[in-house]
């Protein structure tokens, strides 16, 4: 409970009863009031306590989260506003920025704009730039996600002076941060000035949440020495707001320097290309943050290096350093040598000195964990203690100045309220003699108007009556005389009305007979329908089935694959017969060199033939003589010629033999090889065919498994509802209520089944008869397992007179409490009426 709370419950209280309160009351109320002030002061207290040793960590972790989405969605956004492989030039950045600062101002000049203005403004801006249309998906989900992740409560309220401000730090992060600091105070304030409560909102995009808190009580401390050093600044002494050259004081301030002091981490830090990363940045940036500053950082530190440096600078410098290089090589080298001559030695004094160093490292570990963690303790809770003192007077001096306003405030209101009862009084007291004297003279003139009217009645009464007898004479004459003529005629009436029932009923039983028979014509049609489509879907299977069963048969049967075993029989053919070739040619060169040879190659051939004849001729003499053949050396000679080129064809039929062997060798070879790289591929091929195979299932399955889904939506969205002015079904969407005679496409070849329920229809001489469109089944009388409405309704449709009364034909809705009856809504209201009526 606030204390405006509590102040307006108090002027309540005060206003009731009496009217006029004496001193008596005040000093009442205000003992009262002092009370209950002194126990909401020490109620407020223990529940600030409680909520600041009780604040969940989650919280701040989610408002970090938070952030970072934040700049994720708007670095997001910057991509895929300049990220089309256009190189933007400085002055065209900066005129889309202005341009788009000018937008949101004639939007709205408002802070906080809605979301179809902001969508407007990016799209306006996008369209000029970089020709960006409204049915670009991407866009649009990047403008969604930038409005969501600024929008964090969903109330409709976009800060894009803040979002601005993201964008600018996205253009040019290689800047420091105090420049970040005075762009984020130009851009993000509506004014020249910010009050100084509003700093967390400038803070916001450059401090991790749960760092707020500290850096906000840095910049009051900054703030407040900044006021008591010059406070020409501001001639106003209480007066909290901040300019910008009262925030560029506060950054100068001892107590954050800290933070634009360069960071001592090794990120960056080399001799090369040296970059320079801010305390702050290090501290307080968000995750994201940090890392687009510090590749900023870099390339630009990069880009900048390269410019300076000359091709030469660069040549020498890379001559230097392989120099350099091979001089380390060198010395490591002997290092190395000198090192594997002394390390077997060094081993065990070095595993001893780890040991040792070991404990001794963990013991100043343990020790400097302690005490860091004592010293840690005492700082939290003199923190800690400072933080409650300075809330807690705070508090109080609110409290004070509060209750100071209140008593002012108190004393003009109790004056105000007496000056008002007492004119108030005064004018009540005037209208009421006024009344008093108007009433006595309309009493005195209704009297008169009274006595008036009651003689003028009795004078009218008199010739009422003469008036009065005459006339009911004359009426009751005429009235006697329409009663017989009406007689007649409804005697004439009732003739003929006789007639005509007696034809309505001969007519109505035909009707009712054919009625009957349509219904079951279409009742019969709709299981023949539903016969028919069981059957074909059997058909279906057995098909299939035939067709697999077919095609296993073929491929059970198939002739086995002879080609390689053919091709090796045709090669070992083409090789005989290479070989008797080869064969024959050798014979035919052999006779040729022996008879006529044409150079000097044939005639050492001729040589070589002539000495092997020549030591071949003893052995053929010696087998004649063996055989006691009767033999002359010419003849002998004949035939060791013959012989050895027979013997010489032989060896080139061995030689040609082994060739082929060999080249069968290198052919099997070769078709092995080429059969496992076939069985490879077709292994591979398999697996393609596998993962393709499963591919093409899987997204039968997804579709199949989709249109189920689709057809179950289909089931739940609308429902099949019976017509019975047209005889015909048609669908409703349960949801929206709109009505379609075609059915969903989604339901494919598949039905959605009609509600089993019985409904009320009229033939056409209006006589009720049900129907259950689930069942198709008609009857006349009312269904036995539905309650009906126990009301009594004119039967007309029987078209006779009197008319025929009896129970209502509709379905009971309503339950009627006094009777105990269900009745449909017709014949409750007329019940509910006609008691209301008596």
């Not at 092995?672 to 596998?690: C, F, G, P, Y």
């Not at 409750?828 to 008691?835: E, P």
Request: a positive charge.
């Amino acid at each position: 409970m606030s204390l405006d709370d509590i102040n307006a419950a108090l002027a309540v209280k005060e206003s009731r009863g009496k009217k006029f309160m004496s001193n008596k009351g005040e000093h009442y109320y205000r003992v009262r009031y002092d009370w209950e002030f002194r126990k909401f002061v020490s109620s407020s207290k223990s529940e600030l306590n409680n909520i600041h040793n009780d604040y969940p960590r989650d919280y701040a972790e989610r408002d970090v989260a938070a952030q970072e989405k934040m700049w994720m969605s708007a670095l997001h956004l910057q991509d895929v506003i300049f990220g089309n492989g256009e190189k933007w030039s400085e002055y065209r950045k900066g005129k889309l920025l202005r341009d788009l600062h000018d937008n949101f101002f004639e939007v709205t000049s408002k802070r906080f704009a809605s979301k179809p203005q902001f969508k407007d403004c990016l799209l306006k801006v996008s369209r000029e730039y970089s020709q960006r249309l409204v049915e670009d998906e991407k866009f649009n989900d990047s403008l969604e996600s930038v409005y969501n992740a600024f929008d964090v409560l969903s109330t409709e309220a976009f800060d894009w002076r803040s979002f601005l401000f993201y964008f600018h730090f996205a253009l040019d992060p290689a800047k420091t941060v105090k420049d970040q600091l005075l762009s984020a105070f130009s851009i993000i304030a509506d004014k020249s000035w910010i009050d100084l409560r509003d700093l967390g909102k400038i803070l916001f995009p450059l401090v991790k949440d749960d760092a707020t808190t500290g850096i906000l009580c840095e910049m009051d401390e900054s703030w407040a020495r900044v006021k008591a050093s010059k406070p020409e600044i501001d001639g106003n002494e209480g007066s909290t707001a901040v300019t910008v050259k009262i925030f560029q004081k506060i950054l100068e301030q001892d107590c954050l320097q800290r933070y634009f002091a360069q960071s001592g981490s090794l990120w960056g830090r080399g001799g090369i290309f040296p970059v320079c990363i801010y305390r702050w940045e290090e501290e307080l940036y968000n995750e994201a943050l940090f890392q687009l500053v510090t590749s900023s950082r870099r390339e630009k530190t990069i880009n900048e290096k390269f410019g300076r440096d000359s091709h030469r600078t660069k040549l020498g410098v890379w001559t230097q350093w392989l120099d350099y290089a091979r001089y380390q090589g060198s010395i490591r080298s002997i290092f190395n040598k000198i090192t594997c001559t002394v390390k077997f030695r060094r081993k065990s004094r070095g595993l001893l000195a780890f040991s040792q160093w070991t404990n001794r490292h963990h013991a100043a570990l343990k020790i400097q964990r302690v005490v860091r963690g004592y010293f840690g303790r005492i700082e939290a809770s003199h923190r800690r203690t400072m933080f409650t003192a300075a809330t807690m007077i705070q508090t109080h001096f609110r409290m004070f100045l509060a209750k100071n306003t209140l008593n002012v405030l108190s004393s003009k209101y109790l004056w105000a309220v007496i000056e008002v009862q007492r004119r108030i009084r005064g004018a009540l007291g005037r209208s009421l003699a006024l009344k008093k004297i108007l009433t006595l003279v309309g009493q005195e003139h209704a009297n008169n108007v009274k006595e008036r009217v009651r003689l003028e009645l009795e004078r009218g009464v008199w010739c009422l009556t003469k008036l009065q007898a005459f006339w009911r004479r004359k009426m009751a004459t005429a009235k006697a005389a329409e009663l017989r003529e009406k007689m007649q005629r409804e005697m004439r009436v009732q003739r003929a009305m006789e007639t005509e029932r007696k034809k309505f009923l001969r007519e109505r039983q035909i009707y009712e007979r054919q009625l009957e028979g349509f219904y079951k014509s279409m009742r019969e049609e709709y299981e023949n329908d539903i016969q028919v489509k069981s059957k074909v879907s059997h058909d279906q299977i057995k098909v299939r089935t035939l067709r697999r069963r077919v095609k296993n048969d073929e491929l059970k049967s198939a002739e086995p694959d002879n080609s390689e075993y053919l091709a090796t029989e045709k090669w070992k053919n083409e090789w005989e017969a290479k070989i008797e070739s080869g064969v024959k040619e050798m014979k035919s060169h052999c006779i040729r060199c022996l008879d006529q040879p044409d150079n000097s190659v044939e005639k050492r051939t001729r040589a070589n033939v002539l000495k092997r004849v020549k030591g071949r001729v003893p052995d053929v003499l010696k087998r004649a003589d063996e055989r006691h053949i009767p033999m002359e050396s010419k003849e002998a000679k004949a035939i060791a010629r013959e012989e050895i080129i027979h013997i010489i064809a032989e060896e080139e039929r061995t030689r040609l033999r082994h060739q082929m062997n060999e080249e069968f060798i290198d052919r099997e070879r070769c078709m092995q090889e080429a059969r496992l790289q076939s069985e490879v591929k077709a292994e591979k091929a398999h697996a393609r065919a596998t993962i393709h195979a499963v591919s093409l299932v899987a997204t039968a399955c997804r579709k199949w498994l989709a249109r189920r889904e689709l057809r179950r939506l289909c089931l739940e969205t609308f429902e099949r509802r019976f017509d019975g002015r047209s005889h015909a079904f048609y669908y409703m969407n349960k949801f929206t209520g709109e009505t379609t005679w075609t059915k969903p496409i989604a339901m494919g070849v598949f039905e959605i089944p009609a509600k089993d329920e019985w409904i009320l229809l009229r033939d056409a001489h209006n006589f009720p008869y049900y129907f259950n469109p689930w069942s198709m089944e008609m009857r006349w009388l009312p269904p036995v397992d539905e309650d009906m409405c126990c009301g009594i309704v004119p039967h007309t449709w029987w078209r006779e007179w009197p008319v025929r009364s009896g129970l209502c034909p509709n379905f009971s809705l309503r339950l009627n409490e006094d009777d105990g009856k269900r009745y449909c809504e017709d014949c409750f209201l007329r019940i509910v009426d006609s008691q209301e009526g008596a």
